[in-house]
């Protein structure tokens, strides 16, 4: 199954718009930062985790955004569009703090590797 086929039954079958891009098709990017952090007041990152939530760049906005450049590259411009995204992943020891306890039982996760 070719990519676009892929991603083109996801969009049918499940809500593109609330599913990280990363997920099913990947960012576009030429470069990639991480930011690591450690959440030391649970409650007032709970309290702010859904301003950072509607930051996260959707897989419905990966797929715009693929339409987006080969548009672009058709028109024969030249032209690099400025694409930028955001991720958002945690560790198992920050799911602990946020949940309680880890809802993966798998011992690469929470070991860390």
Do not use: E, I, Q, R
């Given at each position: 199954m070719s990519v676009q086929s892929f991603t083109h039954a996801a969009a049918t079958l499940l809500n593109i718009s609330n599913i990280q891009g990363d997920i099913l098709v990947g960012l576009q990017k030429d470069a990639e930062k991480f930011l690591f952090f450690t959440i030391t007041d649970v409650p007032a990152?709970?309290?702010r985790l859904p301003m950072l939530a509607a930051?996260?760049?959707s897989?419905?906005?990966?797929?715009?955004r693929e339409q987006d450049i080969k548009a672009e590259k058709?028109?024969?411009?030249g032209t690099r569009l400025d694409l930028r995204g955001l991720n958002l992943g945690f560790t198992a020891p920050g799911l602990d703090k946020l949940l309680g306890s880890v809802p993966i039982n798998r011992v690469h996760f929470i070991g860390g590797v």
């Open positions: 990152f709970k309290a930051l996260v760049t897989t419905k906005s990966v797929m715009d058709a028109s024969g411009s």
